[in-house]
């Protein structure tokens, strides 16, 4: 039962989603009408073999051709830019918005210095895309003008011709518990931005006057040298969140195996992060001072920063709750 699944799982997800549910209903139905009464694995076998290949049984239900590329090389090709396209894409964005953050020496209006480094990172995604795109396409494209084999049934990502023991090395995913492209890009996004924020906080946090050439940072927040002092602390945490995207990309879908490495990478992080801002060290004095000065009160920084760990917790165990729920459903 379970290869039919799988099987119906790798042709519907071929396809618009608003066809799948119902072609998933006929699809399955049609394998069991084609079965036996006392079927067993081997006779499931024998009726996916004549059903076909998942992209090529897919394509019959498309109201539009697939032959951007060809038939037999078409699905690989749309499962690597699917895969490809969107991580050049982050990577490229990530790479200059964190170049632009580091050689931000201060100068300037920060809020346009800002929307123009996010837009440079913007442009070069769309252009690693594209460059992605067209060397994916025409590496195809060659292959597949050199191919003397006559063959028209798809290959599969393994560059050989599709068998049903293929859905055996096919994980089954539910759509309740699978682990969005969105959310994994996501969690990059914000690594990149907290980083380029802990290694230049003197930098982009703190007062801001406005001037000649608009708002300039007059006062920082963060002592910048006691900040860099826990480096080897930070590149933990990074190393850890990065393992743990790269875990998620692997496994694809929630488990509790992820649920607890997720539980382990954010009682790292809140420890780190207590840590390093629980010395009053890393915090200007002159920040205080100028706001006591400028708005007759007297700072309570501790109580800054137990509302900052506050959020710090709550944010992490919603994430760990979201987790959980995923895993167990």
């Given amino acids: 039962m379970k290869l039919i699944e799988l099987y ?12 799948r549910e119902d072609i998933g209903l006929e699809l399955r139905s049609t394998i069991e009408d084609m079965l036996p009464d006392d079927y067993q694995e081997e006779d499931i076998k024998t009726v996916l073999s004549e059903l076909g290949h998942p992209a090529k049984l897919a394509s019959g239900y498309l109201d539009k051709p ?7 090389y078409f699905d690989v090709y749309v499962s690597l830019l699917r895969l490809i396209i969107p ?16 050689s931000y020496s201060g100068e300037g209006e920060v809020i ?13 995604s769309i252009s690693a895309g594209m460059q992605t795109f067209f060397w994916i396409t025409l590496t195809f494209a060659i292959v597949e003008r050199y191919d003397t084999s006559n063959k028209t049934n798809p290959i599969t990502s393994n560059w050989k011709e599709w068998t049903p023991e293929d859905l055996k090395d096919v994980p089954y995913i539910p759509k309740e518990r699978a682990i969005t492209k969105v959310e994994l890009f996501g ?33 920082p927040l963060f002592n910048q040298a006691q900040l860099i002092s826990f480096w080897p602390l930070v590149m ?3 190393l850890l969140e990065l393992g743990l995207v790269a875990y998620k990309w692997k496994l694809g879908q929630w488990t509790m195996k992820l649920v ?20 009053l060290a890393v915090f200007n004095p002159a920040f205080f001072d100028y706001l006591q000065e400028l708005f007759g009160f007297t700072h309570q920084l501790h109580h800054i920063f137990w509302v900052a760990v506050l959020i710090f917790l709550l944010s992490s165990i919603s994430d760990i709750y979201q987790g959980v729920k995923k895993a167990k459903k």
């Avoid at 119906?8 to 066809?19: D, F, N």
């Avoid at 050049?88 to 953050?101: D, H, L, N, Q």
């Avoid at 290694?199 to 050439?213: M, Q, S």
């Fill in 8 to 19: 119906v799982q790798e042709v519907t997800r071929r396809l618009p989603e608003r066809q």
């Fill in 66 to 72: 697939m032959h951007l590329i060809g038939p037999r």
């Fill in 87 to 102: 991580l050049a894409m982050i990577i490229s964005f990530c790479v200059v918005t964190f170049v632009g953050i580091f």
């Fill in 112 to 124: 346009p210095v800002l929307l123009g480094m996010i837009g440079d990172g913007v442009w070069n």
């Fill in 187 to 219: 969690s990059i996004i914000w690594t990149v931005i907290w980083v380029a924020g802990y290694f230049n906080a003197n930098r982009l946090l703190g007062i801001y006057e406005k001037g000649e050439e608009g708002l300039t940072l007059v006062t």
């Fill in 236 to 238: 933990l945490v990074i």
């Fill in 260 to 279: 607890i490495a997720n539980v382990g990478v954010h009682v790292v992080s809140l420890a780190v992060f207590l840590l390093v801002f629980s010395n």
